[in-house]
């Protein structure tokens, strides 16, 4: 059974109009036009037996509080304003956000390795720390390295997960995401689409189950926060909250405010970034000390290359 996205929201906006208006729909019955920032930790109860639960039906479902936020490590107004934006913008039913993008993919496998999926399939080349942490096993789990033509032959029955990263750090290497999918049948496919981020590409609409971001990056955009997030749907989603709550790899509620607040011009950045990018790739082609650029068929903002001789000359 090959795994087929459900219930994500049609788009109903332009990206650009979605980025500055997801997760502030209620500004104007508020009377604001900036999304406040909620920095309370604990919030009042006046029903005991009422709230208690509450919290016990979150950490046994995950599901999203109904009524007044309880304690900051459920959840935070703040923060899920930016977990709805995003998720508009990757077309997904939802979205979790974690303070790192580490902790994110953390969460991730924990999610499948409760299940007692504890194998991941991953396609080099991966970001640095989410190499070091699939193949340190620090979470129980086990890894099959192996590139895309071999992702179907490398699953398992015990296989929980089929990662890649597209456009890939640092080779910028790139995937074909829709046919990732196919390979991986009823497996879960989590992409990392932080060099990419929604405006050049949203995964989910190719069939990823997870779109992983380290936020920290271009989603903020301005090297001032750290973050990160999952863009999925519910079912998982609600996983993925249990997992946060446990282990408390929450986003501050600071960070949220400003990553809502970078989304409103990741359309722009990212497109100007882009055009800047193409054009030093351009020019990078034409330098006769280079031997490779690598760019990607997307576009963004990253370009690397490679140049003749060695480190001495």
Same mark, same amino acid.
């Given at each position: 059974m090959e795994f087929a996205p459900s219930n994500a929201p049609a788009p109903t906006r332009a990206l650009a109009t979605e980025a500055v208006h997801a997760g502030r729909e209620d500004l104007v019955q508020l009377g604001l036009h900036a999304a406040p920032i909620d920095l309370s930790t604990t919030y009042p109860s006046y029903d005991v037996e009422g709230e208690a639960a509450r919290i016990d039906a979150f950490a046994s479902t995950g599901g999203r509080l109904d009524g007044p936020p309880v304690y900051a490590r459920l959840d935070n107004p703040t923060t899920a304003r930016f977990e709805t934006a995003l998720a508009r913008l /990757?077309?997904? /039913?939802?979205?979790?956000?974690?303070? =790192?993008?580490?902790?994110?993919?953390?969460? +991730? $496998?924990?999610?499948?390795? =409760?299940?007692?999926?504890?194998? +991941?399939?991953?396609?080099?080349? #991966?970001?640095? %720390? =989410?190499?070091? $942490?699939?193949?340190?096993?620090?979470?129980? @789990? /086990? +890894? @099959?390295? @192996?590139?895309?033509?071999?992702?179907?032959?490398?699953?398992?029955? !015990?296989?929980?997960?089929?990662? +890649?990263?597209?456009?890939?750090?640092?080779?910028?290497? /790139?995937?074909?995401?829709?046919?990732?999918?196919?390979? %991986?049948?009823?497996?879960? $496919? #989590?992409? !990392?689409?932080?060099f990419a981020t929604p405006v050049l590409q949203r995964p989910a609409e190719q069939g990823a189950r997870l779109v992983l971001h380290s936020a920290t990056k271009y989603l903020g955009g301005h090297g001032d926060v750290m973050g990160g997030v999952v863009a999925c749907d519910e079912e998982f989603a609600a996983a993925l909250r249990q997992v946060r709550f446990a282990t408390g790899g929450v986003l501050h509620p600071m960070a949220g405010y400003l990553l809502l607040r970078g989304l409103s011009t990741l359309p722009v950045r990212v497109r100007a970034a882009s055009a800047t990018a193409a054009d030093l790739a351009r020019r990078l082609s034409a330098d006769p000390r280079v031997a490779r650029v690598h760019y990607p068929s997307v576009g963004g903002a990253m370009v690397s290359f490679e140049v003749y001789g060695t480190r001495a000359t």
């Open positions: /990757e077309g997904t /039913e939802s979205a979790v956000a974690f303070a =790192s993008g580490m902790a994110a993919l953390t969460a +991730v $496998l924990l999610v499948r390795a =409760s299940m007692g999926l504890r194998h +991941v399939v991953a396609v080099r080349p #991966l970001y640095g %720390c =989410s190499d070091h $942490l699939l193949d340190g096993g620090l979470l129980g @789990t /086990e +890894v @099959t390295w @192996t590139d895309p033509a071999g992702v179907a032959a490398a699953i398992r029955p !015990d296989t929980g997960l089929v990662m +890649v990263e597209s456009p890939a750090n640092p080779t910028l290497s /790139e995937a074909d995401i829709a046919a990732l999918a196919h390979s %991986c049948g009823s497996v879960p $496919l #989590l992409v !990392d689409n932080t």
